[in-house]
Nanobody, 117 residues
Framework: QVQLVESGGGLVQPGGSLRLSCAAS????????MSWYRQAAGKERELVAA????????NYADSVKGRFTISRDNAKKTVYLQMNSLKPEDTAVYYC??????????WGQGTQVTVSS
């Protein structure tokens, strides 16, 4: 059974930092492209950052470029999202997603990030 478990969310002041983690089990993690999405209240889910299975290629939403960094540790079966210079508009539930070409994607349950003073 595939499981993706996010952690690291919470309440942070504007300008602060958080690091999200997504621990995977039940799949060959190193074969999966991983990504982080977020969904703010009343808005559609949007892609934040993605990283290729081998970790060599990444891409980011324009709104987070230069502030967020996605990385992965295939030995630990974990993907990370380092979030710096957080803004109130980064407030959302953050989800990780695992995708293998030609197969249905797997999603985690989400972790809440709230940026507020």
């Amino acid at each position: 059974q595939v499981q993706l478990v996010e952690s690291g969310g919470g309440l942070v002041q504007p300008g602060g930092s958080l690091r999200l983690s997504c621990a995977a089990s039940g799949l060959t993690f190193s074969s999966y492209a991983m990504s982080w999405y977020r969904q703010a209240a009343g808005k559609e889910r949007e892609l934040v950052a993605a990283i290729a299975s081998a970790g060599g290629s990444t891409n980011y939403a324009d709104s987070v470029k230069g502030r967020f960094t996605i990385s992965r540790d295939n030995a630990k079966k974990t993907v990370y999202l380092q979030m710096n210079s957080l803004k109130p508009e980064d407030t959302a539930v953050y989800y990780c997603k695992a995708r293998y070409t030609g197969w249905p994607a797997y999603w985690g349950q989400g972790t809440q990030v709230t940026v507020s003073s």
